[in-house]
């Protein structure tokens, strides 16, 4: 189920768990490698949220399979170490982060060059050990440093009497138990919210086409759990996620007879392929039989292609469509969206799609987008006129996002 927001881990600090698990690492140096990625070396255009946290997702398989572990850092940077895996297959992973940051200069740095910052940094730990210690020891210090001035600044603040925004406590295993207790019976349809997508033409009205339904996790919050911040944990939220995928679906075939247009939801793997998913399937084509769309993140596909391809054609088979999900500008040319054969293609909209600048990665990423048929396409958060001027001349024929919303709201109280 879609939610709206970012997850912000509130976890040990990345800097404090690489110090401990480096210093651990001592007695344990045969076959281990390691990599630093000056990722907060990038330009400021390269390093936003979104591209850090891919770059550090695209080592979490190998690191599963090589035990190994992910730091993310304060600053960025993201440090892998694995184990039993040769210098070829982690440089796999590394050259498609140097095709997906193409366009900055720190790319191009050699990674043997004597002076300046380098994209990354090798480490071979049964040699290089002391430098690496030496380094999580150093990032680990100018943490200590920068958390003892944030603390100072708090401190200022609450004496100058200005008031500092509410402290949440962290989701943990215990409260997430007492919450999926109260959520199990909860009347859910107060939290449920609807946002359109639509058609929208150069000469004529916006033609809303079909709705997508999700949990306003805030809304949700504010309701059985005020104190806590549920998105305080990335595991355990989506936990917290799966189960509000079954609870919407035990709610909403009722609802769905008294909507004609087709509804959307972003449901995992999991949830599509599971007894309760069936089961409201059953109930649903009870009161309709108008299609439904199944939207599955892009990242759920690949982990798991022939369950996907599985359920992709169970889906089919009784009137549902599947719409690929979560891709955006960055990673849109790096998947083969025509081997996932989806109904329909969702692409985030922001504003570096209207960035003309010419570059590989942007030429790149246009050739993926003009191969995809443009009826498939649902440009989604366009919050900005820019968005559908962009969408126009890409012929994308569908789209969301706030932009849309305020089109229509303003449509209807015209009328």
Not at 96 to 119: I, N, S, T, W
Not at 161 to 176: A, M, N, Q, T, W
Not at 229 to 235: E, S
Not at 273 to 292: I, N, W
Request: hydrophobic fraction near 45%; proline fraction near 7%; charged fraction near 25%.
């Amino acid at each position: 189920m879609r939610t709206r927001g970012h997850l912000k881990p509130v976890l040990p600090p990345a800097e404090d768990l690489l110090l401990d698990y480096s210093e651990r690492l001592q007695h344990h140096l045969p076959g281990r490698r390691a990599i630093y990625l000056n990722l907060s070396k990038l330009q400021r255009l390269n390093r936003r949220r979104h591209h850090v946290a891919m770059a550090a997702a695209s080592f979490d398989q190998l690191a599963r399979r090589a035990q190994g572990q992910v730091f993310r850092l304060g600053n960025d940077d993201v440090v892998v170490v694995v184990k039993g895996v040769g210098v070829g297959e982690i440089d796999e992973v590394v050259l498609r982060l140097r095709y997906m940051f193409d366009d900055d200069p720190l790319v191009h740095q050699p990674d043997d060059a004597p002076d300046g910052p380098k994209f990354c940094v090798w480490f071979d730990l049964e040699i290089d050990y002391p430098a690496f210690l030496a380094i999580a020891r150093a990032v680990h210090k100018r943490a200590v440093a920068l958390r003892t001035q944030e603390a100072a600044t708090a401190e200022a603040s609450v004496l100058s009497s200005k008031p500092l925004p509410p402290v949440l406590e962290p989701l943990d295993p215990h409260r997430l138990s007492r919450i999926a207790q109260v959520i199990a019976p909860a009347d859910l349809l107060p939290m449920l919210r609807r946002q359109p997508i639509c058609v929208v033409p150069e000469a004529g009205p916006i033609k809303v086409v079909c709705n997508e339904v999700f949990v306003s996790i805030d809304a949700l919050g504010r309701q059985v759990a005020p104190k806590i911040d549920l998105r305080a944990d990335p595991w355990l939220f989506q936990y917290l996620v799966a189960q509000l995928d079954h609870r919407v679906m035990s709610v909403l075939p009722e609802l769905e007879a008294q909507i004609a247009l087709p509804t959307s939801l972003n449901l995992t793997l999991e949830a599509l392929g599971s007894p309760e998913f069936l089961a409201f399937d059953a109930k649903l084509r009870e009161v309709t039989q108008k299609p439904m769309v199944a939207e599955i993140h892009w990242l759920d596909a690949l982990r798991d292609m022939p369950n996907y391809l599985f359920v992709r054609d169970m889906l089919r088979l009784r009137n549902w469509r599947v719409a690929l999900d979560g891709l955006s500008a960055t990673n849109y040319a790096m998947i083969d969206c025509a081997a996932l054969e989806p109904d329909y293609v969702k692409l985030a909209w922001n504003a570096d799609l209207a960035d003309g600048t010419p570059s590989r990665q942007r030429a790149a990423f246009l050739d993926a987008l003009e191969r995809t048929a443009p009826q498939k396409l649902v440009l989604m958060h366009c919050g900005e006129a820019a968005a559908v001027r962009f969408g126009r001349a890409m012929h994308i024929a569908l789209y969301q996002g706030r932009q849309i919303d305020a089109a229509l709201k303003g449509r209807a109280a015209a009328a």
